[in-house]
């Protein structure tokens, strides 16, 4: 089935740092995702990506696919305390499929 | 707007047993997608649902199946539980406008003994 490689696995950053994480695919996606998960609780929908080579905002967050559309990265810029989480992309072509996961650490 | 719930949010069950998860999506919005969570597999996609319709469905075995309610309330079943099954079971749902926009509810945890 299809795979979304995530990178980096995981990332130990000093407050105050800007953050960037990557996915791929070997398929074409039209759709692109960003989640964080939170410890005990769901993922939470931080951007969705719908134009290739469109830079989104929300917040400090960043993100953009590729005008190839098997590529997207997300930027956290000026990191806190409470970004710590995992971060997810994810692809929606008829139902979603997550990559595994950037796991962020924070430290003041 | 009250957000996914889902019960129970802990459950610990015997090998063999089986186990019924429910989840109460966001008001209005009718399709309702599961999903697996495990440290080796990652968010695994198990199945959707749509005006009680199973619209997809991921590569689990049989069983694993949910059904949909008239009032989109939704449920799933594992029959003949095994360890691997131990996991953390999401439930998400959506508007049917835009269906890729997914609210996760906070999960079941199933432990499987």
């Known amino acids: 089935g299809q795979q979304l490689n995530q990178s980096p696995q995981s990332m130990f950053i000093q407050e105050g740092e800007d953050v960037s994480m990557n996915c791929t695919s070997s398929?074409?996606?039209?759709?692109w995702l960003w989640y964080k998960q939170d410890p005990g609780e769901g993922p939470v929908l931080l951007i969705a990506?719908?134009?290739?080579?469109e830079l989104t905002s929300n917040g400090r967050l960043t993100a953009q696919f590729g005008i190839t559309r098997k590529d997207s990265f997300l930027n956290i810029s000026a990191s806190i305390p409470s970004d710590v989480g995992i971060y997810f992309c994810?692809?929606?072509?008829?139902?979603?499929?997550f990559g595994d996961g950037t796991t962020l650490t924070v430290k003041p | 707007k009250a957000g996914v719930t889902q019960t129970p949010r802990y459950l610990i069950k015997t090998r063999g047993q089986q186990v019924t998860l429910s989840c109460s999506p966001i008001?209005?919005?009718?399709?309702v997608s599961w999903y697996q969570q495990t440290p080796g597999q990652g968010l695994q996609f198990l199945f959707e649902?749509?005006?009680?319709?199973?619209?997809n469905k991921g590569n689990f075995p049989g069983r694993f199946s949910g059904r949909q309610f008239s009032n989109s309330r939704s449920e799933m079943n594992v029959s003949t539980l095994e360890l691997g099954d131990s996991a953390l079971y999401l439930c998400?749902?959506?508007?049917?406008?835009?269906?890729?926009?997914?609210?996760f509810g906070p999960g079941t945890r199933l432990t499987v003994t």
């Open positions: 008001s209005g919005h009718r399709s």
């Open positions: 990506l719908y134009k290739a080579g």
């Open positions: 649902y749509f005006s009680e319709t199973q619209r």
């Open positions: 398929s074409i996606f039209n759709t």
């Open positions: 994810a692809v929606y072509a008829g139902k979603s499929t």
């Open positions: 998400a749902s959506s508007l049917v406008g835009s269906l890729y926009e997914q609210y």
